[in-house]
């Protein structure tokens, strides 16, 4: 069996076509293809507006920027997440602060959220982590409560439906949403993200953030000495998608309802083969409609008398790979020493991470490879 690792990408002959015409025409960035990437994305999310750039950390970078939170204040996310999720906050000189995650669905809860707002808050980056949707409609009420900015990290949802079927990235419940096309993730721009928002001036705020602060739109200019003539209007970054990847992009989105629809086989046939045993416990089924970037298990592992360490081994010996998402953020170095978390200030965050293993899914994954990942697992108890 040839390695199979817990996540990757599906390029078929239709991507690298798509690429190639890229490749072949006038524009390599900054032509027509990025701006139907973000046509693509608005229509398939419902959202009005769509900012393509060069990856999710960028895209939740001037997210945070674009709200214009004074420094020194807080942001509120899920300990449970890629340290993008906060980082952003911290870029813009603003406090991350951490709300512990569900027991269940492994995602931020609104209970703590609400113990964690002070008058020092300024937004909540709730994290749909694995690509379930979080309870949007509570933290969106704790968000107009408080006169809260809301940014949905949707790095690992791009294709999931809220409890109410619409599509996750339509702004609906918030002010923003962050996607990743990053490879391991549902879908791929190779590197490259994307924000969504239903307010035209957050919009045009993130186009002049993404490429420098500079506009060259006549209505906006303050003086105008001619056609080559442009302005400086912010401090921007250079943090653009070029066309060869918007091309990829549109082309993976075509395929987005039918890579869900096969994560959604290889899950039930995960579920049903792992459904009786009692050291496993398995994804919670709620009444969203997930689009899973990643299967996620907790496993009792003194139960069948091993470690997570043994374990992940003895299924690498296998070819079979494994991984642990997430790390709580507040424990990493940087984020003790800077800002004084340690260890048990987040405890069910640390106590999901002791117990969580993800194993291989996506959608080029063949029905012999899912039983022979569930064959091996099972064989671990024996
Ligand atoms: C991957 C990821 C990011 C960052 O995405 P990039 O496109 O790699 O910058 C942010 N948040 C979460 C939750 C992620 O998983």
């Known amino acids: 069996m040839e390695f199979i690792s817990y996540g990757k990408q599906w390029i078929d002959d239709d991507d690298v076509e798509a690429v190639i015409t890229t490749l072949k025409s006038d524009f390599l960035t900054q032509g027509p293809a990025v701006k139907d990437f973000e046509a693509a994305i608005c229509e398939y999310t419902g959202a009005k507006y769509c900012v393509a750039l060069s990856n999710a950390t960028a895209g939740l970078h001037l997210a945070v920027s674009a709200l214009g939170i004074k420094e020194g204040m807080e942001g509120i996310t899920s300990p449970n997440t890629f340290v993008a999720s906060a980082n952003c906050l911290v870029y813009n000189n603003l406090r991350p602060v951490f709300a512990d995650i569900e027991k269940d669905s492994y995602n931020i809860d609104p209970v703590e959220i609400r113990k964690k707002v002070t008058p020092e808050t300024g937004v909540i980056i709730p994290v749909h982590f694995a690509g379930r949707p979080c309870n949007m409609n509570e933290i969106k009420r704790i968000a107009d409560d408080n006169d809260l900015y809301l940014i949905e990290d949707a790095a690992h949802a791009i294709g999931s439906n809220y409890p109410d079927g619409s599509k996750v990235g339509n702004c609906k419940y918030s002010d923003m949403t962050v996607f990743s096309f990053h ?182 994954m063949t029905d012999k490879e899912v039983d022979y990942v569930i064959d091996n697992i099972r064989k671990m108890v024996q």
């Open 183 to 364: 490879p391991v993730k549902t879908m791929t721009t190779g590197e490259g993200g994307a924000v969504t928002t239903n307010s035209k001036e957050l919009y045009e705020k993130l186009v002049l953030l993404r490429s420098h602060g500079i506009t060259k739109d006549a209505d906006k200019l303050k003086e105008n000495h001619g056609p080559w003539y442009y302005e400086m209007h912010d401090l921007g970054f250079n943090y653009r998608i070029t066309d060869v990847q918007a091309a990829l992009g549109i082309s993976q989105l075509k395929k987005l309802d039918g890579f869900k629809k096969r994560r959604k086989d290889i899950i039930t046939k995960y579920n049903s083969a792992f459904s009786n045993y009692d050291w496993i416990i398995l994804p919670l089924v709620d009444d969203s409609d997930p689009c899973f970037h990643l299967y996620v298990v907790l496993i009792d592992y003194t139960a069948i008398k091993t470690t997570r360490s043994a374990v992940m081994q003895k299924l690498k010996d296998h070819n079979i790979g494994t991984q642990v998402l997430y790390i709580p953020v507040h424990t990493q170095p940087y984020y003790m020493d800077k800002f004084g978390y340690s260890w048990g200030d987040y405890p069910v965050a640390e106590d999901y991470y002791n117990k969580m293993l993800t194993i291989p899914l996506y959608p080029r």
